[in-house]
């Protein structure tokens, strides 16, 4: 299977073309959140990445409210709401989980992701966050370490496939790894990654 990722665009129209040139080589579309600045335009934003004609499973970022992307996301025919919420297609299994990105621990997501456990077994999982698991090269701010430790701990306990995350620019394109888990920031012009 073939994603394009993509995370943190802030609906720049540049990075949203960038992305769209990339669609054609991918089966299935994941957006890690802040597709605005603070919900400016966010209709308009939606409608551009519905248009790219394929699905896409987005989350919302720290610059989006879950209500808002989840209410909206009802009208767009190609996007699917994924905060606290799991999908499968092709064997493998989606999980995501928005918003946030500068608590250091969070109790919610350690609840929600026990029910999660249960069903990544014999399953590639995919792990979608807007915030970055800690003490990664992707939390890494001038040696300081700034992501979430619940993401951390869950990834070294589960070992997903997979986990794509962004909120912190100065670490787009990172790619690093938990175990046997890689870790990307695909950017807000988006990476094809192959699983």
């Known amino acids: ?62 610059h989006e409210s879950d209500f808002v992307i989840r209410e909206l996301s009802k009208y767009f025919k190609n996007i699917r709401f994924m905060h606290k919420k799991h999908y499968e297609k092709d064997g493998h299994l989606f999980f995501g989980y928005g918003g946030g990105g500068f608590a250091i621990s969070d109790k919610e997501f350690e609840k929600k992701s026990k029910s999660i456990e249960k069903l990544m077994k014999e399953k590639k999982t995919i792990l979608i966050l807007h915030g970055p698991p800690y003490k990664t090269k992707l939390d890494n701010i001038g040696g300081a370490h700034v992501g979430n430790k619940s993401f951390t701990n869950f990834i070294k306990k589960t070992q997903p496939e997979l986990v794509i995350c962004g909120h912190i620019h100065e670490c787009f394109h990172r790619k690093d790894k938990i175990g046997k888990t890689r870790i990307i920031n695909p950017g807000p012009d988006g990476e094809i990654i192959e699983i």
């Open 1 to 62: 299977m073939k994603i394009l990722a993509f995370t943190d665009n802030h609906g720049d129209p540049e990075d949203l073309k960038a992305v769209k040139k990339k669609v054609k080589n991918a089966d299935i579309i994941i957006c890690g959140g802040d597709i605005t600045i603070f919900e400016h335009e966010i209709e308009y934003n939606m409608q551009k990445i519905n248009d790219f004609g394929k699905e896409v499973l987005i989350i919302h970022g720290n």
